[in-house]
């Protein structure tokens, strides 16, 4: 798991203030697909290259900062685990990228919306976690939700979009667990290796072809390098002081902004299914945290 300081704030103050910086992080992380329907000719893979090109500056920026004079030490220590979550990360950084481009942003957010659910469930077959009853019945709620959205995706032919929201919250999953299983580890190295892998792996598929228009640059770099990679530090500071359950509530606030930003300056709108969709996968979320009678935590999102 990331490491930060967890003698930030004082005792009384730090809990107002982690949920403040949840809320400013879900905030501006809502933004991501407005920002992607703005972007007027980047391909795909150029939105990819630039977007985790400079989300892994910005990374590695706080990453120097933060461990000048350990940097080889950290890097070693995340071992093999932190190369697979790398991998899982790209996946789920690329992924979330063509989900966006080929769905609607609220069919893409409300999918990512069950990974906290799918991720209780991948941490009892990988780690042997225990899950209750509540999580088992929030689950097919979820999966329920999940149908109606996907039978929308279909209905309006953007079923490649939703397979690859499904794909990038599989994914997200994954290096969840990751970080489950190396929770004693600072794998912020592994999320640095992930969005370079993502940026490498666009530059090839592009065949070097990563010409775009300034504004494209720019609004770019400024989701992966500023918004994104200064959501991911808060997100992270905020996760040592505040149980998981509430975490995860508090961070519906992306899952409804996201689409109401683009409904708003777009005029994007999700079709009934969706929405209805949207709804039963978050009521399933929230049901999961106050069923399951203990805390879940989730780290990280794209």
């Not at 120097?64 to 190369?83: A, L, Y």
């Amino acid at each position: 798991m990331v490491s930060v300081d967890t003698n930030l704030f004082p005792d009384r103050a730090q809990v107002r203030l982690a949920v403040a910086l949840v809320l400013v992080s879900g905030f501006f992380n809502s933004f991501g697909g407005l920002i992607l329907r703005s972007l007027e000719e980047a391909s795909e893979w150029q939105i990819v290259f630039y977007r985790a090109g400079s989300l892994s500056l910005g990374l590695m920026a706080v990453f120097v900062v933060r461990n000048f004079g350990q940097i080889g030490f950290k890097v070693r220590q995340i071992g093999i685990w932190g190369c697979v979550g790398g991998v899982w990360f790209c996946s789920m950084q690329t992924l979330f990228i063509f989900s966006l481009s080929h769905t609607t942003v609220a069919n893409t957010v409300f999918i990512l919306g069950s990974a906290p659910i799918l991720t209780a469930v991948a941490a009892r077959l990988v780690l042997g976690e225990r899950i209750s009853r509540g999580t088992w019945g929030a689950l097919m709620v979820a999966v329920s939700g999940l149908a109606l959205m996907f039978a929308a995706g279909v209905s309006a032919g953007n079923t490649f979009g939703d397979l690859a929201a499904i794909g990038s919250t599989l994914s997200f999953v994954g290096f969840i667990i990751v970080l489950r299983a190396k929770r004693k580890v600072d794998m912020l190295p592994s999320l640095i290796v992930g969005a370079l892998l993502a940026s490498s792996l666009a530059f090839v598929s592009t065949g070097g072809d990563v010409a775009v228009p300034t504004r494209d640059l720019v609004l770019c770099v400024l989701w992966g390098g500023v918004i994104s990679s200064g959501v991911l530090v808060l997100f992270t500071i905020a996760s040592r002081h505040l149980k998981g359950g509430v975490l995860t509530t508090l961070l519906t606030i992306e899952y409804v902004l996201g689409p109401f930003w683009v409904w708003l300056f777009i005029d994007e709108q999700p079709s009934v299914l969706t929405l209805a969709g949207g709804a039963v996968v978050i009521c399933g979320v929230i049901g999961q945290v106050y069923l399951s009678g203990r805390p879940k935590r989730l780290e990280l999102s794209p």
